[in-house]
């Protein structure tokens, strides 16, 4: 693996600073729709968002919901807008839909679709996404208009490759935001940087992908990825707790984001109480690698404790009595991140609420199968129909599936399958949600730890 250096965060600094990228935090009381399509219905960088907002800012009431559906475009959203997305009254949402509208898989290699199918497609999502966000905003929802995930045009992947896609979706993400102009909507651009990372790290590791196999759904690095860019986009505080002491008297120098107490000298060492406002933010085992490709760590994730003045030796921190970090002297007087360390109590709580997240966002996730599945036209010469109708003609049509040799033939079997299976019981999945969401909030309270600094032995 290799770190990020100095100069190429100077430069993803400034790529950043040249987004055009116009977008504000959520706050206390917003309820968030994440409107998209396979990206969204199955992905997982609105769970990391609704983690990082619920480890940040644990007083804020602050409700998302995915809305995904799998294939879908612009236009199909404005369809479902008012069965599947008006009940939920959301007063924000994020839009990243457009891949199926432009037909990403036109770009194959040696494809025969004239230039002109394509630039028709991608006239008619523009108009789709106008039409979009002036019903967004005329339901009194402030939409934020996310850029296109790029497609791996360069990887090793066997899927064919898709050349042009990208640079397609860049020449017209420009006016994507003149659509978020035109409407007071936010944008956010993410196209350009994920692919610049995507293309930097195959230099080093050719069979790397920011997206997966096939070329277009990223995995859980590429959605950790996408949350980072979004966080930085809307401007969100970096700081977990800042706690700055001086070990000579000793004294609180600086305290950020929480309150310090009872800081007093033992034989050894220091001791205090700290009480901080937001929990540090857990990155999933499958995740981790976006942390070699962008510095989240150093630009949203800081929780800095300082301690000056201690006498020259190694020391021990412990955390309600845990010991958690072993240092010198002067490895506390620099500032140590206790974001990322595992073993802090305040990690374990952070965890815990990111579990909770992944119940709700899970549980939602089945609810989208059902959606998708009655999104398409498989019941419109239906009339009325009833659950049996639609089981009967699920059933139907799995015996239909299963004598071709469809690419989607599985996906949409397993797909069939499950929504005869938790059709029946959606009234109590929907019962489940509200419960669920409640749980993120009653674990995501940070309490008091206290903390002891405690010398092992005098520097050799």
Same mark, same amino acid.
């Given at each position: 693996?290799?770190?990020?250096?100095?100069?190429?965060?100077?430069?993803?600094?400034?790529?950043?600073?040249?987004?055009?990228?116009?977008?504000?935090?959520?706050?206390?009381?917003?309820?968030?729709?994440?409107?998209?399509?396979?990206?969204?219905?199955?992905?997982?960088?609105?769970?990391?968002?609704?983690?990082?907002?619920?480890?940040?800012?644990?007083?804020?009431?602050?409700?998302?919901?995915?809305?995904?559906?799998?294939?879908?475009?612009?236009?199909?959203?404005?369809?479902?807008?008012?069965?599947?997305?008006?009940?939920?009254?959301?007063? @924000?949402?994020?839009?990243?839909?457009?891949?199926?509208?432009?037909?990403?898989?036109? *770009? +194959?290699?040696?494809?025969?679709? +004239?230039?002109?199918?394509?630039?028709?497609?991608?006239?008619?999502?523009?108009?789709?996404?106008?039409?979009?966000?002036?019903?967004?905003?005329?339901?009194?929802? @402030?939409?934020?208009?996310?850029?296109?995930?790029?497609?791996?045009?360069?990887?090793?992947?066997?899927?064919?490759?898709?050349?042009?896609?990208?640079?397609?979706?860049?020449?017209?993400?420009?006016?994507?935001?003149?659509?978020?102009?035109?409407?007071?909507?936010?944008?956010?651009?993410?196209?350009?940087?994920?692919?610049?990372?995507?293309?930097?790290?195959?230099?080093?590791?050719?069979?790397?992908?920011?997206?997966?196999?096939? @070329?277009?759904?990223?995995?859980?690095?590429?959605?950790?990825?996408?949350?980072?860019?979004?966080?930085?986009?809307?401007?969100?505080?970096?700081?977990?707790?800042?706690?700055?002491?001086?070990?000579?008297?000793?004294?609180?120098?600086?305290? +950020?984001?929480?309150?310090?107490?009872?800081?007093?000298?033992?034989?050894?060492?220091?001791?205090?109480?700290?009480?901080?406002?937001?929990?540090?933010?857990?990155?999933?085992?499958?995740?981790?690698?976006?942390?070699?490709?962008?510095?989240?760590?150093?630009?949203?994730?800081?929780?800095?404790?300082?301690?000056?003045?201690?006498?020259?030796?190694?020391?021990?921190?412990?955390?309600?009595?845990?010991?958690?970090?072993?240092?010198?002297?002067?490895?506390?007087?620099?500032?140590?991140?206790?974001?990322?360390?595992?073993?802090?109590?305040?990690?374990?709580?952070?965890?815990?609420?990111?579990?909770?997240? *992944?119940?709700?966002?899970?549980?939602?996730?089945?609810?989208?199968?059902?959606?998708?599945?009655?999104?398409?036209?498989?019941?419109?010469?239906?009339?009325?129909?009833?659950?049996?109708?639609?089981?009967?003609?699920?059933?139907?049509?799995?015996?239909?599936?299963?004598?071709?040799?469809?690419? *989607?033939?599985?996906?949409?079997?397993?797909?069939?399958?499950?929504?005869?299976?938790?059709?029946?019981?959606?009234?109590?999945?929907?019962? +489940?949600?509200?419960?669920?969401?409640? @749980?993120?909030?009653?674990?995501?309270?940070?309490?008091?730890?206290?903390?002891?600094?405690?010398?092992?032995?005098?520097?050799?």
């Amino acid at each position: 693996m290799k770190k990020i250096s100095s100069i190429i965060l100077a430069c993803l600094g400034l790529s950043l600073a040249t987004f055009g990228s116009s977008a504000t935090p959520f706050e206390d009381g917003d309820r968030i729709a994440f409107i998209g399509a396979s990206i969204t219905h199955a992905g997982t960088y609105h769970w990391q968002l609704q983690t990082f907002y619920a480890t940040r800012y644990p007083y804020k009431d602050i409700v998302s919901r995915n809305f995904g559906v799998a294939g879908d475009s612009a236009s199909g959203v404005l369809k479902r807008f008012d069965w599947d997305i008006k009940p939920f009254n959301p007063n @924000r949402a994020t839009v990243n839909i457009g891949l199926n509208d432009i037909g990403y898989w036109l *770009y +194959e290699d040696n494809g025969s679709v +004239e230039e002109n199918e394509k630039e028709r497609r991608i006239d008619s999502h523009l108009e789709s996404m106008d039409g979009l966000v002036k019903m967004l905003t005329e339901n009194g929802v @402030r939409p934020t208009l996310i850029t296109l995930t790029p497609v791996d045009e360069t990887g090793t992947q066997a899927r064919a490759r898709m050349v042009g896609v990208n640079e397609a979706i860049k020449s017209f993400s420009p006016k994507i935001k003149a659509i978020a102009d035109k409407y007071d909507a936010e944008f956010i651009d993410i196209t350009g940087e994920m692919e610049r990372i995507n293309i930097e790290e195959q230099k080093d590791h050719p069979d790397f992908t920011l997206i997966g196999p096939d @070329r277009v759904h990223p995995r859980a690095v590429g959605h950790l990825v996408m949350a980072y860019l979004i966080l930085k986009a809307q401007g969100v505080s970096p700081i977990v707790s800042t706690v700055n002491i001086d070990a000579t008297q000793p004294s609180i120098m600086k305290e +950020e984001n929480c309150d310090v107490t009872q800081c007093s000298k033992t034989d050894d060492g220091i001791s205090f109480t700290c009480l901080a406002k937001a929990l540090p933010f857990p990155v999933s085992r499958d995740a981790q690698y976006a942390l070699e490709l962008v510095p989240f760590t150093e630009d949203l994730n800081q929780e800095v404790l300082t301690v000056s003045g201690l006498k020259k030796g190694d020391y021990e921190l412990s955390i309600d009595g845990e010991p958690v970090l072993y240092g010198s002297a002067d490895i506390f007087a620099a500032g140590v991140n206790l974001a990322v360390n595992e073993k802090t109590p305040q990690y374990r709580q952070a965890v815990a609420v990111k579990n909770a997240v *992944y119940a709700y966002a899970d549980l939602t996730k089945q609810l989208r199968n059902i959606a998708k599945v009655e999104h398409g036209s498989l019941f419109d010469n239906l009339t009325d129909p009833t659950i049996d109708d639609r089981i009967k003609c699920l059933e139907n049509e799995i015996s239909r599936l299963e004598d071709t040799d469809s690419a *989607y033939r599985n996906y949409y079997i397993n797909l069939y399958k499950d929504y005869i299976k938790i059709k029946p019981k959606q009234g109590d999945m929907l019962k +489940e949600i509200q419960p669920l969401f409640d @749980r993120i909030y009653s674990l995501n309270k940070p309490v008091a730890h206290t903390y002891t600094i405690k010398r092992l032995s005098p520097e050799s």
